[in-house]
Structures are given as C-alpha cells and as structure tokens.
C-alpha cells in the first residue's frame, strides 16, 4: 500500500429541508388550520481517529465529501427526515487544518475520538410553527439554512515513542527489523527506505514501545535535498531519537563526526524544538572491527571529537550485538516519561494520629 501522509480535501455538510405551508383539507373540516412540517436538518460530516489506519491513501482519489440535504416539511404536520451524516475514518496522529487560513481545527490522537468537520443546516420552519392564538391561518414558511463547506488539509504525523535519524544506509531499516515486528525493505544502494516504518518492540508482558524508521537524511535537506525532510514531521511527537551512524564507513575519506554534525544541523534548521529532543548516539556495524582495543579507540575518539554527553551505544544491527541493552534503555527512559506524576497530598485534608477518631455506632456502649 502506498504511503500518503498529507492530502487536502472539501468537505460539504447537507443543507436544511425547507418548511411547508400547508393547511388542513378535510370533509367536514372546513377551518382545520395549517399543517405544515418543519424540515429537517442537513447531516453533519464528522471524522474519527482509527488505529487500524496507517495512511491517507483513501483521501487521495475521492477529494470531495457530501452529507446529504434534510428532506421538506410536508403536510398533515409532517416533518422533513434529516440527512444521513457521513463520517471519515482517519489514521490516529492526523492533524486537520483549515485549508485557507492553516488553522488547526482538530487533533485525533487516541482510538474512537470523535470530532465534527462541519455542521448540517438547520431545517426551515414550516407554517404549524407560527401558529399562535391570535395569527391562526399563518402563511409564512423559511427555507432551510445552509451546511458548511469547507476545504481541509489532512497532515498524519505517526504516533511513535522513538524515532531512528541518520545518513543513508547507517543501519536504520536493520535496526527496527532486528528489534521489532516490522519488515522494511534492506539493501545495500541509499535510500532504500521510501517512507516511514513503524515497530512494536516487545520487551516482556504488557512491556512494549512503538519505533519509528524515516528515510535517511543528507546535508541540505531542510532546503530539500533527498527525501527524509518530507518526513521529518513524523519524529516531531518522539520521545527520544536514536541517531544512527555508520561508525565504519566503507569509504575511508567519510568521517562519522561530520555526517553526525551535519544531521544536527539540519534538524536544528527544520525545527528548533526537533533538535532540542533527547539524542542519544548509536554507533552501528561495529562488527566489522574484529580487535575490541581498536573498536574501543574509535568510539572514544567519535565521542571526544563530538564532546557528546548523552547516552552512547555500540551495537551491531546485523548481528543483534548490543542491540539488548538498548532496547531496555529506551524501555526505561519511555516508560519513565510515561508514568503518572505523583500527587502530592494536601496536608489540610490529612488525617493525623492526634485527631481524635469517631466513635464506632456498633459499640453497644452507645446502646
């Protein structure tokens, strides 16, 4: 299935029936007074946040949405039905905007929310309704209101607790395939990956977080260079980024601390608060350095030249070595981030073992 994660579309809700003037006509009944209905409403378009939703590749080929018109009053006090609503199923993460001014109006981030896109017109008001005591044979009717038309940008931005970040060809797609259920496409040519790949890593029972792999990023891509700055927005709702590095490049003339500054920088261009999220360094493939004293000396020196301070990992993603620590630190630092915050009991509504407690009304004593 093609990935689509942005579309604009129109949505239309339904117009309001109109109002009947109508008066009652029977044998026998010659001042039977009006009957006429009111119409009904039009019905409203309404969108959902579904989890079993990946992309907006629905979006892409039907781009206008149209809730149908309330039905006309009639007589014999015979109201319009209202229209049937219409509603669209969007991935979970969608952000909706208004197509014309950019602002937000909705954010789906849990499963079954629920939100209206544009309302239904009110039904007209048929003649029965300006009956009164005194005006008995009213002939005035209104026509239904309009529904709302408007045209929306659909934006998915996956819900994801880590993200992977790097250079082409760093390891990124073998990482979430050698901790994860997901199954990208590897090879050994660039840009492999062509869209975001999401992963569920199982740590124990009910012990798991979700990954998120994006196509590699090259020097210039804030201005749109390659193909990751199009999906840069997918690592905007991260916990943590994991920065990927080929710490032994197969050309001998690439240095890792350039590539390693260059992503930063680009990130920094995109969005500032992007680049000010928890990075932590995962130097991959590893194993192509036999000799432990070697590989040592070339981690210590990538990390003294880049004076890292955040958490530093060696592994190898193809040969899963290391790849275990890593998987339960990022657990920890999730989880973490995910627990409730203690609340701090307030110390006016505290019992305390000076108060007296209150007698006990099955005590016979107080018989």
Same mark, same amino acid.
């Given at each position: 299935?093609?990935?689509?994660?942005?579309?604009?579309?129109?949505?239309?809700?339904?117009?309001?029936?109109?109002?009947?003037?109508?008066?009652?006509?029977?044998?026998?009944?010659?001042?039977?007074?009006?009957?006429?209905?009111?119409?009904?409403?039009?019905?409203?378009?309404?969108?959902?946040?579904?989890?079993?939703?990946?992309?907006?590749?629905?979006?892409?080929?039907?781009?206008?949405?149209?809730?149908?018109?309330?039905?006309?009053?009639?007589?014999?006090?015979?109201?319009?039905?209202?229209?049937?609503?219409?509603?669209?199923?969007?991935?979970?993460?969608?952000?909706?905007?208004?197509?014309?001014?950019?602002?937000?109006?909705?954010?789906?981030?849990?499963?079954?929310?629920?939100?209206?896109?544009?309302?239904?017109?009110?039904?007209?008001?048929?003649?029965?309704?300006?009956?009164?005591?005194?005006?008995?044979?009213?002939?005035?009717?209104?026509?239904?209101?309009?529904?709302?038309?408007?045209?929306?940008?659909?934006?998915?931005?996956?819900?994801?607790?880590?993200?992977?970040?790097?250079?082409?060809?760093?390891?990124?797609?073998?990482?979430?395939?050698?901790?994860?259920?997901?199954?990208?496409?590897?090879?050994?040519?660039?840009?492999?990956?062509?869209?975001?790949?999401?992963?569920?890593?199982?740590?124990?029972?009910?012990?798991?977080?979700?990954?998120?792999?994006?196509?590699?990023?090259?020097?210039?891509?804030?201005?749109?260079?390659?193909?990751?700055?199009?999906?840069?927005?997918?690592?905007?709702?991260?916990?943590?980024?994991?920065?990927?590095? $080929?710490? *032994?490049?197969?050309?001998?003339?690439?240095? %890792? +601390?350039?590539? =390693?500054? /260059?992503?930063?920088? @680009?990130?920094?261009?995109?969005?500032?608060?992007?680049?000010?999220?928890?990075?932590?360094?995962?130097?991959?493939?590893?194993?192509?350095?036999?000799?432990?004293?070697?590989?040592?000396?070339?981690?210590? $020196?990538? *990390?003294?030249?880049?004076?890292?301070?955040? %958490? +530093?990992?060696? =592994?190898? /993603?193809?040969?899963? @070595?290391?790849?275990?620590?890593?998987?339960?630190?990022?657990?920890?630092?999730?989880?973490?981030?995910?627990?409730?915050?203690?609340?701090?009991?307030?110390?006016?509504?505290?019992?305390?073992?000076?108060?007296?407690?209150?007698?006990?009304?099955?005590?016979?004593?107080?018989?």
């Amino acid at each position: 299935m093609k990935f689509v994660d942005e579309v604009t579309i129109d949505v239309a809700a339904g117009n309001g029936g109109s109002g009947c003037a109508s008066f009652r006509r029977e044998k026998f009944i010659p001042f039977g007074g009006p009957d006429g209905g009111n119409g009904g409403r039009g019905g409203h378009v309404f969108v959902v946040g579904d989890r079993n939703l990946n992309t907006l590749i629905d979006f892409r080929y039907i781009r206008r949405y149209e809730a149908r018109n309330g039905e006309a009053g009639r007589g014999s006090d015979q109201f319009g039905a209202a229209g049937a609503d219409i509603v669209l199923r969007v991935p979970v993460g969608t952000i909706i905007r208004d197509g014309e001014t950019e602002e937000v109006i909705a954010e789906l981030l849990t499963h079954g929310e629920e939100i209206i896109l544009a309302k239904g017109g009110d039904g007209g008001f048929g003649n029965l309704h300006y009956k009164t005591s005194t005006n008995r044979a009213p002939r005035q009717k209104t026509v239904g209101w309009p529904g709302e038309i408007k045209n929306l940008k659909l934006e998915l931005r996956v819900l994801a607790d880590v993200g992977l970040l790097g250079m082409p060809n760093a390891g990124k797609s073998t990482l979430i395939t050698a901790i994860s259920n997901a199954r990208p496409k590897i090879a050994d040519y660039p840009f492999t990956t062509l869209h975001p790949n999401l992963g569920v890593v199982r740590v124990g029972p009910s012990q798991s977080f979700v990954v998120a792999d994006v196509p590699g990023l090259i020097e210039g891509a804030s201005e749109g260079a390659g193909l990751g700055h199009y999906f840069l927005r997918h690592l905007q709702r991260t916990r943590v980024l994991l920065h990927m590095v $080929d710490a *032994v490049p197969f050309d001998e003339g690439v240095d %890792p +601390v350039a590539q =390693i500054r /260059a992503i930063a920088k @680009e990130l920094k261009k995109y969005d500032k608060a992007l680049y000010e999220k928890p990075r932590w360094l995962v130097l991959n493939k590893l194993d192509m350095i036999p000799d432990p004293a070697e590989r040592k000396a070339r981690v210590k $020196d990538i *990390v003294r030249r880049l004076r890292w301070k955040a %958490p +530093v990992f060696e =592994i190898s /993603a193809l040969t899963r @070595e290391g790849c275990e620590p890593l998987v339960r630190a990022l657990y920890q630092h999730v989880a973490a981030l995910n627990a409730p915050p203690i609340e701090v009991p307030d110390v006016r509504f505290v019992e305390t073992d000076n108060e007296a407690t209150p007698p006990d009304p099955t005590d016979p004593r107080f018989r």
